[in-house]
């Protein structure tokens, strides 16, 4: 079995940064799946904000995030990054990471392995 846990979360201020990070707990799987970044707010479903291949050859985002979130992965330390700049109170929400074989997908039934969460609140 294989287990994704997050960190990173916080409360920042409006334009502030922060950088979660997801990190996988056997070293081989990392390397074939696409990881993929959702939130989840109070009374709305789960979205998809962003993800990024197996080989990080390519990414892909939510209008609302590009320009200002960065997906990135480093195989070697089993870890998968979002770096979140310009926050606005709208990010605010529990951020998941997820894992399939492969190639993004931005529906979130199509991942096989999910992490617990890690909280995100952005104060105006």
């Known amino acids: 079995q294989v287990q994704l846990v997050e960190s990173g979360g916080g409360l920042v201020q409006a334009g502030g940064s922060l950088r979660l990070s997801c990190a996988a707990s056997?070293?081989?799987?990392?390397?074939?799946?696409?990881m993929g970044w959702f939130r989840q707010s109070p009374g709305k479903e789960r979205e998809f904000v962003a993800g990024?291949?197996?080989?990080?050859?390519?990414?892909n985002y939510v209008d609302s995030a590009k320009g200002r979130f960065t997906v990135s992965r480093d195989n070697a330390k089993n870890t998968v990054y979002l770096q979140m700049n310009s926050l606005k109170p709208e990010d605010t929400a529990v951020y998941y990471c997820?894992?399939?074989?492969?190639?993004?997908?931005?529906?979130?039934?199509?991942?096989?392995?999910w992490g617990q969460g890690t909280q995100v609140t952005v104060s105006s």
């Open positions: 990024i291949t197996w080989n990080g050859g390519s990414t």
């Open positions: 997820a894992a399939r074989l492969y190639y993004i997908a931005t529906m979130k039934d199509e991942y096989e392995y």
């Open positions: 056997r070293r081989t799987f990392i390397s074939y799946y696409a």
